[in-house]
């Protein structure tokens, strides 16, 4: 079974430009995540799908972030403009079933270093 | 008060020692509970999930919940080199059970 895919692995850029990100969760799987891991932090859910519908996005800050999951499969997880602190490893995880305490399986991760 | 707190460590053992890592966390309606361990530049990868007091084992792993005091920790018993990482306590509450707050984790080295 293959497991979770982003891309890109790393990407470097400059404050105030913007970025994509792109995840391929586990065939099936009904649920997607993204979290920003901030060197020395635990991962942060930034926000919570389930199909193609938003779950939660409380701590996605909105006014940057942006994020879909179109046909309830691939995800793209967008910031424009970038600021310095965004700088982490966005992490893309899936799970199986919708709503219960199931098995996160994560990807590489996405290394997002702003300059 | 963060929701999920972890003592960060460092957390030094010898090998074949037990390593012992706790967690507390705040939300005294959290359902699930979750140890991953991340090596250094990889992903979390779950090694131990709980659900219910007491204590559950797998292999050399050893969860264990305390709901009333709000905490779980997690033994290794028999440690190896290979354990040194970061051990991540994660907690679902009942409202969204598919929802997981990490805590930031200890780091772990078992010298040989």
């Known amino acids: 079974e293959a497991g979770v895919a982003q891309s890109p692995r790393y990407k470097i850029i400059e404050k105030r430009q913007s970025v994509a990100f792109w995840c391929n969760p586990i065939?099936?799987?009904?649920?997607l995540y993204w979290y920003q891991q901030i060197l020395g932090q635990g991962p942060k859910l930034l926000i919570q799908?389930?199909?193609?519908?938003?779950?939660?996005d409380s701590q996605l800050p909105k006014d940057r972030f942006s994020a879909e999951r179109l046909k309830g499969v691939d995800s793209t997880l967008k910031i424009q403009p970038a600021k310095l602190e965004d700088s982490a490893v966005y992490l893309c995880?899936?799970?199986?079933?919708?709503?219960?305490?199931?098995?996160?399986?994560f990807g590489p991760g996405t290394r997002l270093l702003v300059l | 008060q963060k929701e999920v707190e972890q003592n960060s460590g460092p957390l030094s053992v010898p090998e074949g020692a037990i390593a012992s890592l706790n967690c507390t966390y705040s939300?005294?309606?959290?359902?699930?509970f979750f140890w991953y361990r991340q090596y250094s530049g990889k992903s979390p990868e779950l090694i131990m999930s709980?659900?219910?007091?007491g204590d559950k084992e797998d292999g050399r792993f050893t969860a264990q919940l305390n709901k009333a005091s709000q905490y779980v920790s997690l033994l290794i018993r028999d440690s190896q080199p290979s354990d040194s990482a970061t051990y991540l306590c994660?907690?679902?509450?009942?409202?969204?059970?598919?929802?997981?707050?990490f805590g930031d984790g200890t780091t772990l080295t078992v010298k040989p």
């Open positions: 799908f389930q199909n193609n519908g938003v779950v939660d």
């Open positions: 065939s099936g799987h009904a649920t």
């Open positions: 709980i659900y219910s007091n």
């Open positions: 939300d005294r309606g959290s359902q699930s």
């Open positions: 995880a899936s799970s199986l079933r919708a709503g219960g305490p199931e098995t996160q399986y």
């Open positions: 994660a907690v679902n509450p009942y409202t969204n059970a598919g929802k997981s707050t």
